[in-house]
């Protein structure tokens, strides 16, 4: 599975936009980008996921850059409830698929 | 919103019993996983389990842990023989068979030993 790199930590203000960077230089050409999150100790929860064009759902946005090797989560008006770690995660679509967790960033929201 | 529920919440048990961790998963999902948390480290990858067999396992999944899906609801992991280094939170996901969607994790086992 390829690598993921992430800054161990990052703080935003509230009702601003929270930009995560995260770079896969080594992502194959079938491995998706997904984003989870990790709110205190509970499970981790989905986010989003993208091959190489740019989603957007509910929760967030996701900007893949065109050579792939890096990609940015954006919360788009952050409350003090997104404050959690955000795992970025290159998944492959091989055998059982399982997600390999970094350290992932710590998200800090401020009021 | 379909979950997935892990039960209990936390285990407190002796070095050297055997507990037994159980996961619900959403109904219409074929892939379950397990993982675990150690406190203030990164979640690891233990196994997965497809059709009624691991698909594939981590070094951490040595002889003393077992899963098996005993009904066509339930999830178990299966810790023979507890050491001190097995205190972590244990989750618990699933995902569909198809599609790309995200996995569904559990809200976790605290597990204790001492």
């Known amino acids: 599975d390829a690598k993921t790199t992430q800054p161990p930590s990052m703080d935003c203000a509230e009702g601003r936009a929270a930009n995560l960077p995260c770079n896969h230089s080594?992502?194959?050409?079938?491995?998706?980008v997904y984003w989870y999150r990790q709110i205190h100790s509970q499970g981790p929860q989905y986010i989003i996921h993208?091959?190489?064009n740019n989603e957007t759902n509910e929760m967030a946005s996701l900007i893949i850059t065109e050579d792939r090797k890096s990609s940015t989560l954006i919360l788009p008006h952050a409350t003090l409830r997104d404050t959690a770690v955000y795992y970025c995660?290159?998944?492959?679509?091989?055998?059982?698929?399982?997600?390999?967790f970094g350290q992932g960033t710590r998200l800090t929201i401020n009021p | 919103e379909p979950e997935v529920t892990q039960t209990p919440s936390h285990q407190v048990t002796q070095m050297g019993q055997e507990v037994i961790l159980r996961c619900v998963p959403i109904?219409?999902?074929?892939?379950f996983y397990w993982y675990r948390q150690i406190l203030g480290q990164k979640v690891e990858f233990l196994v997965s389990?497809?059709?009624?067999?691991?698909?594939?396992k981590s070094e951490i999944f040595d002889d003393q842990f077992s899963v098996e899906r005993p009904d066509g609801s339930n999830f178990t992991l299966k810790i023979r023989s507890t050491k001190l280094e097995d205190s972590a939170m244990y989750f618990c996901?699933?995902?569909?068979?198809?599609?790309?969607?995200?996995?569904?994790f559990g809200s976790g086992t605290r597990l204790t030993v001492v």
């Open positions: 996901a699933s995902r569909e068979i198809t599609g790309l969607g995200g996995y569904t």
């Open positions: 080594t992502i194959s050409g079938n491995e998706y």
């Open positions: 993208g091959l190489k």
């Open positions: 995660i290159v998944r492959s679509l091989q055998g059982a698929q399982k997600l390999v």
């Open positions: 109904s219409n999902h074929l892939y």
């Open positions: 389990f497809y059709n009624n067999e691991i698909s594939e």
